[in-house]
């Protein structure tokens, strides 16, 4: 893992990003000490069969009957009430 002082990041800050974007974590310190890291973000993972239909089931009940969480409904002038 590369380590950077904190000047030098703010002056090849571009520099630090692509080696981030290639897939390096880049740890920045100050007076010697860590204080930051600028790494990947991590890829989503795929979508699985179980994943999608769990996707479709949440969907299809939201269309459908909407999600109540318990307690009253509530009327829209209700809802807009200040």
Known sequence: MPTIGAREANRSFSK???EAEGG????????GR???RLEP???LRK?????DR???EMVDA????GLHFGGR????DEMHER
């Open 73 to 76: 409904r509530f009327t829209r």
């Open 16 to 18: 630090i990003l692509r």
């Open 62 to 65: 939201m269309k459908n009957s």
């Open 34 to 36: 860590p204080v930051a």
């Open 54 to 56: 769990a996707i479709a």
């Open 24 to 31: 390096k974590t880049v740890t920045i310190t100050r007076n």
């Open 47 to 51: 979508s699985s069969p179980d994943r």
């Open 41 to 43: 973000i991590q890829k």
